[in-house]
C-alpha cells in the first residue's frame, strides 16, 4: 500500500471525475465518485455484514474487493470482512486515504479492471436497495453538544428567561454532556415511544405513562477515527485529523420528560431510548472541498479553543415528516450545518482537554442544528414553539410534536459543481408505546 | 455443569465454614471462603491476563483451573483466559453461581483436591501482593445515580437554595446521568489532576488552569450481569437478577470546573478525566446475608419504581486520605451503603424504563453515599462544607480539597459473624496537572 500525496487526494476530489456506474454521474446522487462513504452491509445472499461503499445506487463490497487482490491494505488482514468498521479505522489516516484513492480508480470511468469483468463485478456489487444496512460502527462512547447558538437561545428563551436565553457558560465552550451510547440505532429502525415520569401542570405529583411531546433534534455526528490517551489533550489544531468522518443524527427527544427530569444532572431517559445516524460515514476528505468559515465568535474563545483557517462546512440539511398513510412527506425545515457556532475541531479540543482520553468509533453529536430563520430550526420544539404554533402538513393536518406512524427523515448534502456530496438519509417512523 | 439449587447456595455462606487456605480465615480478611469475588490478573510470570478469584491474601487462577478440568462451565470454551469478565458473566447466573458453589467446595477445609497437590496449587495460586490487576470487565456503559437523599440535600444547600434543597423530581425518581466509560480506571492507576475553565469570583470571563477544587465521591457501583434489549425495561422485581455484583467507585469530580459547565445539560469534563473502581467484583450472592430494608419511602413511588422485601445491604464504607510522605492515613468519612434512599433495583427499573437497553458489563455508580451525620458525608465537599471547615489530618496539615500526592482511598466491607466479606480497596494518588 502506497501513502497517497496531496494530489492523489486532490484527484479524488475533481469535478469532472465521473464513474462508469451511470448512476453515480447523476447530479443529484448522494454518491457520486467524489464522495465514496463507508458503511457495514449485508444481504440475502450473504447475511455476514461486511464493509462497503456506496456509489450511484449500488455498494461496493470491499472485502470482496480486498479478496480479489484489488484493494491493497498494510497488512494482509481483510478487516473490511468485520460488522464494523472500527479495525479499519484503527489502521490510521494514512489507510483511509490510500482506499479512497484506490476506490476512485477503481470506480472511474477510464479503469477497465471491474468495468469489463462482469464475473467480479457480479461478486462485489449489490444495489443499494437490496442491501441491509447495519450500524457501520461500534461506538465505545457518545458524546453530545449543544453548538448551535440558535438553538440554545430558542430553549433558553421557552425554559428559562427570553431576556437572558444563554447561559453565561454557553459562548466560553463547546457544552455537551455524555448521551447513552447503547441505544444508538442505524437508519430504519423503529423507534418507540417512550414511557416515562411526566409532570402535568394540573397535577402536583408526576404521571407515569406515554411521552405527550415526542420531537426530533436535526443533528450531525462525526466518528473518531483516532483516539487519545487518557490525560492527553488532543490540541485545536491537531483535532481534525482525529475525525474519521459525519453522518447525519437525530437525538430523539421526549419533551415532556425531558423537563422534568434533567435539572440538576441533565436529559437521561428522554434521550435514552433511540438515538439514530445514517448508515454511511461520509469522510472528512470528500467534505474538503466544502469547508468555510465558521461564525465569528465573540467574546474570542480561551486559548485552547483557538485554531486558524476555515473549520465549518456547507452541508445543507432538511427535515421531512410523513404521517402512516400518506403519499407525500413534507419538508419541514431547512438549514445548514456552516451556522454551527462550535466546531468540531473546538468541540473535540474541549472534550479532551481535562484529560478524557477517546476511542476508535466514539460518536460526537453536533447538537442540534437550527439557523436563524423559524423555518430553519432542528426540532419541533422550535418550530412550533412548544406546539403554540403547530405546522401544518402538505398531506392534511399538523403537527405540535410528532404522532404515532409519523416517519420522520432527516437529509444532508454538500452542494459542487455539477455533483452532490450527499448523506443518504436518517429515517426513523415512531411505533406506540408498550 | 450442575445449576446449583438453594441449599447449595446457602452452604457457601455458612459463617463456619473455613478454608484450608489460612489467610482466608482471618476475622479481619475481606476474602474469606464465603466472598470469592471475581477479577482479573496477571503476573511477572504470565502477562496474559485472566480470570481470578480473591481468597485470603491468594489469587486463584481460574483459567489454569478450569484447564486442569477442576472448574465446569456449561460450554468448553474457558471464558477463564480472557482479559475482561464479560464473556464468562454472559453465560448467566445459573453458572456464575455454579462456579461459586464449585469453588467454595475446592477451597474449603476438608476438599483434598487442591489442598494436597502442590504442583497444581503452584499453577494455581499467586499472591495478591504479587498480582497485577487489570479493570475486570469491559465497560460498554457507564451510568451515575444521585441516590443518596443526604448527598443531594447537602450539594442543593450550598449550591442553590438552603430552604428548598432538595429538587422536586428528586423524591420521585432515582436521579442520573450519563457517564464516560472510557476513563474509567481499575485502582492504582494514578489520577492526572484535570485543567479545564474556572470561573473565579473576582473576573469575568473564565480563565484556564489547573483545578483547584478536586474532590472525591464515595460510591458504590452494580455491573450488569443480563442485559436487556432496546424498548424491553426490567421489571424493578425482576431487577436484581440482572446485577452480577459489586464494586466500590471513586468518582472523582473538579468542583469548580462542575460548577461553572453544568448548566443546563450536566457534569462533563469535571468527571471524565478519571473514575475509579475496585478491583474485585463481589457478588449479589455472596452479599445476600447482608441485606436490610431500605430506608422508608415518602411520598410512595410510582408504580413502575415499587418492589416488597429488603433490597438495601449492609455495607460498612470509609475513606482514608494519607498524603504524600505521611507514613499514617487519615480516616476522613465512614458512613454505610444502607443509607442509600433508591435501591439498585429501582435505578435499574428507572434507567429502563423508556426502553433504554443496558448490556454485560455496564457499570451504573451509586452516587455519593453520605450518611446523616457531619462525619458520614461522601465527598471532601460535604465534609469541608466547600472548604470553609478544613478537614484535620493526624499526620499534620488540614484539606479543604486534595492535594497532589495525596493518596484516597475507599474501604468497605460487611461485617458477618466472625469473618467479613470485604471490597478491597480503591486507592488512587493525585499526581500534577500537565
Given at each position: 500500500m502506497s501513502i497517497p500525496n496531496h494530489s492523489d487526494l486532490q484527484a479524488t476530489l475533481d469535478p469532472a471525475r465521473k464513474s462508469w456506474i451511470d448512476s453515480a454521474n447523476d447530479a443529484a446522487c448522494d454518491f457520486p465518485i467524489q464522495n465514496l462513504p463507508f458503511g457495514v452491509f449485508s444481504t440475502a445472499q450473504q447475511a455476514q455484514a461486511r464493509v462497503g461503499v456506496a456509489i450511484g445506487d449500488q455498494v461496493a463490497d470491499l472485502a470482496a474487493l480486498h479478496a480479489a487482490g484489488l484493494l491493497r491494505l498494510p497488512a494482509d488482514t481483510n478487516v473490511f470482512a468485520r460488522s464494523a468498521l472500527n479495525d479499519f479505522i484503527a489502521l490510521g489516516r494514512d489507510t483511509w486515504r490510500s482506499v479512497r484513492v484506490q476506490l476512485s480508480s477503481l470506480l472511474?470511468?477510464?479503469?477497465?479492471?471491474?468495468?469489463?469483468?462482469a464475473a467480479l463485478r457480479s461478486r462485489v456489487f449489490t444495489k443499494l436497495a437490496d442491501a441491509k444496512l447495519h450500524l457501520p460502527v461500534d461506538i465505545p462512547g457518545y458524546t453530545d453538544f449543544y453548538s448551535s447558538k440558535e438553538h440554545a437561545t430558542n430553549v433558553g428563551a421557552m425554559f428559562r428567561d427570553p431576556k437572558n436565553a444563554l447561559l453565561p457558560n454557553w459562548s466560553e465552550m463547546p457544552i455537551c454532556y455524555n448521551g447513552r451510547a447503547s441505544s444508538v440505532v442505524v437508519s430504519g429502525t423503529p423507534v418507540r415511544r417512550p414511557n416515562g415520569q411526566l409532570k402535568l401542570p394540573d397535577q402536583e405529583r408526576p404521571v407515569f405513562g406515554a411521552c405527550r411531546k415526542l420531537d426530533i433534534e436535526l443533528e450531525t455526528g462525526f466518528i473518531i477515527g483516532r483516539g487519545n490517551a487518557l490525560g492527553e489533550p488532543i490540541a485545536c489544531k491537531d483535532a481534525e485529523a482525529h475525525i474519521f468522518g459525519i453522518v447525519l443524527l437525530n437525538d430523539w427527544s421526549a419533551r415532556d420528560i425531558q423537563q422534568w427530569e434533567y435539572v440538576p444532572l441533565g436529559p437521561f431517559n428522554s434521550k435514552s431510548f433511540a438515538t439514530t445516524i445514517s448508515p454511511w460515514i461520509v469522510t472528512l476528505d470528500a467534505l474538503e472541498p466544502f469547508r468555510v468559515a465558521q461564525p465569528v465568535q465573540e467574546p474570542q474563545p480561551l486559548e485552547y479553543l483557538r485554531h486558524s483557517g476555515e473549520h465549518a462546512f456547507d452541508i445543507a440539511l432538511e427535515v421531512l415528516l410523513r404521517p402512516e398513510g400518506a403519499a407525500e412527506a413534507t419538508t419541514i425545515a431547512r438549514t445548514n450545518f456552516k451556522h454551527m457556532y462550535w466546531t468540531m475541531a473546538q468541540q473535540l479540543a474541549h472534550h479532551t482537554v481535562g484529560g478524557c482520553n477517546t476511542r476508535v468509533g466514539d460518536l460526537m453529536g453536533s447538537g442540534t442544528i437550527s439557523g436563524p430563520t423559524d423555518d430553519s430550526f432542528g426540532s419541533l420544539l422550535e418550530l412550533t414553539w412548544n406546539a403554540k404554533n403547530p405546522l401544518s402538513l402538505g398531506s392534511g393536518g399538523t403537527r405540535g410534536f410528532i404522532e404515532d406512524g409519523d416517519e420522520l427523515t432527516l437529509a444532508g448534502w454538500c452542494q459542487g459543481e455539477g455533483y452532490r456530496v450527499g448523506f443518504g438519509v436518517c429515517v426513523g417512523v415512531v411505533v406506540p408505546a408498550i
Open positions: 472511474a470511468k477510464e479503469t477497465a479492471t471491474l468495468r469489463d469483468d
